[in-house]
C-alpha cells in the first residue's frame, strides 16, 4: 500500500497531537496519497506505519518513553496502550536482548502495528515483539485469560491518553475510541501495570504535568521509589511532560530529579542528551 515515508529519527513528526515539542518539522523522502504514513525513527533503525489525518500519531513522546527502560540481561517488556507500536519497538530496536509484548485493545491500531513488524526494515527485532489485543483494563483471570498473566514482566511502559475534556469529544474515531476509558485511567492503568510486574519490575510513563497527583495516588502501595522528571521545551520554561519511573514493592521516598530541557535557548535542534533519547543511542535510567 502507498505511504508517506518520513525520517522521524532526528525531529518529532509534526502530526503528532501529544509531542512535547513542535519546533522541528520531520522530512518527507517519498510522498503519495494515501491514508497512512511509513515513518523512520532511530535515524532508520525502525519504521513504523500509523494512520494519517486519524488518531494519536506517534514521534518524540513515544521516544522518551522507551528511553525510560533500561536492562543489561534479557528481559521481558509490555507497552500498555501501544497504538502502532512505536515505543514498544525502539525499545526492541535498541535492547537486543528485550522481548516486547505491544498491549493495544484497537484492531485498527494493532493491525498497523502487526505490518509495520513485518516490514523488512524491522526483521532485526520483529522476532522479539508480539502484539496482543487485548483491554488494559481487565481484571483478574479475565486478564490473565486475554494473555497479561500476573509477575510476568521485568517493565511495563505506558503512554495512556491523556484525560482531556476536548479529547473526549472529537469526531477523530481512533481518538475518541482512545479516550472511550479516561475516567480513573491512570488508577486502571497502573493497577494492571502492578498486577503483571514482577516484583523489583520498574513501571515507566509519560504525560502531561497536571496528571501528577493523580498518577502518585494511583501507585499507592503498588510501586514505590517514584522517581519525575519535568520536560521543559527550554530553560526558564513550564513544564509540558513529565517522565515517571517507579518500582514494584519499593518503599524508597519519592525523588524529584532535575529537569530535562529539550532545547537551547534561541535553538531549534534538541540538546545533545535529548537527541539520543530520541535516536536510540542512550537511555535515561533511574537514578
Keep these: ?45 525502525f519504521h513504523l506505519i500509523q494512520p494519517l489525518g486519524q488518531g494519536h500519531r506517534s514521534g518524540m513522546d513515544a521516544m522518551l518513553l522507551a528511553a525510560l527502560v533500561s536492562c543489561e540481561r534479557p528481559c521481558r517488556v509490555a507497552d500498555l ?4 507500536g512505536a515505543a514498544g519497538m ?94 480513573n485511567l491512570f488508577e486502571t492503568w497502573i493497577k494492571t501495570a502492578g498486577a503483571i510486574m514482577k516484583p523489583g519490575g520498574q513501571l515507566s510513563l509519560i504525560a502531561r504535568p497536571e496528571s501528577i497527583a493523580e498518577i502518585i495516588a494511583a501507585c499507592g502501595r503498588r510501586v514505590g521509589g517514584i522517581e519525575i522528571t519535568p520536560i521543559l521545551p527550554r530553560a526558564g520554561e513550564n513544564a509540558v511532560r513529565i517522565l515517571v519511573t517507579a518500582i514494584k514493592q519499593s518503599r524508597k521516598r519519592l525523588v524529584l530529579r532535575a529537569p530535562l530541557i529539550m532545547h537551547a535557548e534561541g535553538a531549534h535542534r534538541f540538546s545533545p542528551q535529548v537527541d539520543d533519547f530520541n535516536n536510540g543511542r542512550a537511555a535515561y535510567r533511574r537514578r
Design 90 to 183: 525502539a525499545v526492541a530496536s535498541r535492547l537486543e536482548e528485550a522481548e516486547v509484548l505491544l498491549v493495544e485493545r484497537s484492531p485498527i491500531m494493532t493491525d498497523f502495528a502487526r505490518r509495520s513488524l513485518a516490514l523488512p526494515e524491522n526483521a532485526r527485532f520483529a522476532a522479539r515483539v508480539a502484539v496482543l489485543e487485548a483491554d488494559v483494563s481487565l481484571n483478574g483471570k479475565a486478564r490473565a485469560a486475554a494473555g497479561l498473566p500476573d509477575d510476568a514482566f521485568d517493565h511495563v511502559i505506558m503512554n495512556p491518553p491523556f484525560n482531556d475534556a476536548a479529547d473526549r469529544r472529537t469526531p477523530d474515531r481512533l481518538k475518541a475510541e482512545a479516550h472511550a476509558m479516561s475516567d
Design 1 to 45: 500500500m502507498p505511504a508517506w515515508k518520513r525520517n522521524c529519527g532526528n525531529d518529532a513528526c509534526p502530526a503528532d497531537k501529544r509531542a512535547p515539542v513542535r519546533d522541528a518539522v520531520a522530512e518527507m523522502t517519498t510522498m503519495t496519497t494515501t491514508a497512512e504514513t511509513v515513518d523512520a525513527f532511530h535515524r532508520g533503525k
Design 81 to 84: 496502550g501501544a497504538g502502532a
